[in-house]
């Protein structure tokens, strides 16, 4: 049965620090893995998509990186800004059927 | 391109009675998954539809059921509802799409229970 964790739980840094969000996932038998964005009480927002033959995915700020082989995924944010603040989970797509997501880490960048 | 869409944003049922819940897919994706999440937790698979069957389930029991239609837009249903349904639910659609494999997710639908 395929497990997601994320670390850490919580995060609090000042504006213009670079950081980096991890997940870690049980079964390396993967589709894909996707990081999303939820702000309080919201839907999810896809922010990167990795494809399991892909090694990493970038979109402005962001980078996220994937190995399989030792089940980990980190999010990379760079110049982090209060308008980050959010909750970031990732997600495992375990060949169509499901996605099975992390706990979350919950993230504030203060001004 | 339309995203996905999710009805009602909010809803207040009491405890026993029956909720449907509905979502609309993205142009061109004819999958669609359900999810449950509740406050300060991942969300948690309930069931996928995939071209109106069911496509896997998730541990859920079977007072929650569901239902897509022939235009991929979907239904959850719950019945008897408990004070432990309480959760954001959430839809997403998915299809095969050059290279683009991943889920949209819409902005779910806030139930509370009482």
């Known amino acids: 049965k395929q497990e997601v964790t994320q670390i850490p739980a919580a995060l609090s840094v000042p504006e213009g620090e670079n950081l980096v969000l991890n997940c870690s996932f049980t079964d390396s038998a993967i589709y894909n893995l996707q990081w999303f964005r939820q702000d309080p009480g919201k839907g999810l927002t896809s922010l990167l998509l990795i494809q399991s033959s892909q090694r990493e995915q970038t979109s402005g700020r962001l980078n996220a990186s994937l190995d399989k082989s030792s089940g980990r995924s980190t999010l990379y944010i760079a110049a982090s800004q209060p308008g980050d603040s959010a909750t970031y989970l990732c997600?495992?797509?375990?060949?169509?059927?499901?996605?099975?997501f992390g706990p979350g880490t919950r993230l504030s960048v203060l001004p | 391109e339309t995203g996905v869409t999710q009805s009602p944003t909010h809803l207040i049922k009491t405890r026993g009675q029956q909720v449907t819940l509905r979502c609309s897919s993205q142009?061109?994706?004819?999958?669609v998954s359900w999810y449950q999440q509740a406050l300060g937790q991942g969300p948690q698979f309930i069931f996928q539809?995939?071209?109106?069957?069911?496509?896997g389930r998730g541990n859920f029991p079977p007072r929650f059921s569901g239902l897509q239609f022939p235009n991929y837009s979907s239904e959850l249903n719950v019945n008897a509802l408990e004070l432990d349904d309480s959760a954001l639910y959430l839809c997403?659609?998915?299809?095969?799409?050059?290279?683009?494999?991943?889920?949209?997710f819409g902005s779910g639908t806030r139930l509370t229970v009482v």
């Open positions: 142009s061109g994706h004819n999958t």
């Open positions: 997403a659609s998915s299809g095969e799409k050059q290279g683009n494999y991943g889920y949209t």
């Open positions: 997600a495992v797509d375990n060949y169509g059927q499901n996605f099975v």
């Open positions: 539809y995939y071209r109106e069957e069911e496509n």
